[in-house]
């Protein structure tokens, strides 16, 4: 089956910092990958997307590269700010499920910047 | 425009009573999926609806059901709670509900069974 593996958080950084969240998976298919964020109190958001190998997703500073040779959709920001703070989901969507639009979501990490 | 709304916001139930949990699309999306989401963890996938069929279900007992409306409006149902139901529980909409549309999520319901 189909799973997400995120690094371990929370994640606590300084504002201006690199910041890196690491997202490998599983897929029995050909997923599209996607990172979502979630604010407090608010529902996901999509952040970017990638759908095939070599692909690089990014918005608002954010990018993330899919790489099939290593089954990773890492997060990279090269100057995070405090506003980034929130919950980041790595997840995926497996072509091959069928007709439904499922998505598999790792549980999530957690960073805060400080000021 | 308004995004997916739904209702209500927070809720609190004892074990083996029913719950009802509603979310409103955003206008012109055809499709529903519910996702329940456990404090710690990411959102897992239930149910998805499309033009009033369901879709897709995912591994979760027969006490969770669901229906979309003909204004493409959805219900979760979940009979014979357990403290295990305690969760956020997510709704999101597309336009036709295909694979890599946007999902575009509510800010969910959060049901606390006691």
């Known amino acids: 089956g189909n799973s997400v593996t995120q690094m371990e958080g929370p994640v606590t950084l300084s504002e201006e910092a690199f910041l890196t969240i690491n997202c490998t998976y599983t897929a029995t298919g050909y997923p599209s990958l996607f990172w979502y964020v979630q604010y407090p109190g608010e529902g996901l958001q999509l952040l970017l997307k990638a759908t095939k190998a070599d692909d690089k997703g990014s918005n608002k500073g954010f990018e993330a590269t899919y790489r099939k040779e290593t089954t990773s959709f890492h997060l990279e920001k090269g100057s995070v700010q405090v506003s980034d703070s929130a919950v980041y989901f790595c997840?995926?969507?497996?072509?091959?499920?069928?007709?439904?639009?499922?998505?598999?979501f790792g549980s999530g990490t957690q960073l805060t910047v400080l000021p | 425009d308004a995004g997916v709304t739904q209702s209500p916001t927070h809720l609190i139930k004892t074990r083996g009573q029913h719950v009802t949990l509603r979310c409103s699309p955003i206008s012109g999306h055809k499709s529903v999926s519910w996702y329940q989401q456990v404090l710690g963890q990411g959102p897992q996938f239930i149910f998805q609806?499309?033009?009033?069929?369901?879709?897709g279900r995912g591994n979760f007992p027969d006490r969770f059901s669901a229906r979309q409306f003909p204004n493409y409006s959805s219900e979760l149902n979940v009979n014979a709670l357990l403290l295990g139901d305690s969760a956020l529980y997510l709704c999101?909409?597309?336009?036709?509900?295909?694979?890599?549309?946007?999902?575009?999520f509510g800010s969910g319901t959060q049901l606390s069974v006691l």
């Open positions: 999101a909409s597309s336009l036709e509900g295909f694979t890599n549309e946007k999902l575009f």
């Open positions: 609806y499309y033009e009033k069929e369901e879709r």
């Open positions: 997840a995926l969507s497996d072509l091959r499920t069928g007709s439904a639009r499922q998505l598999t």
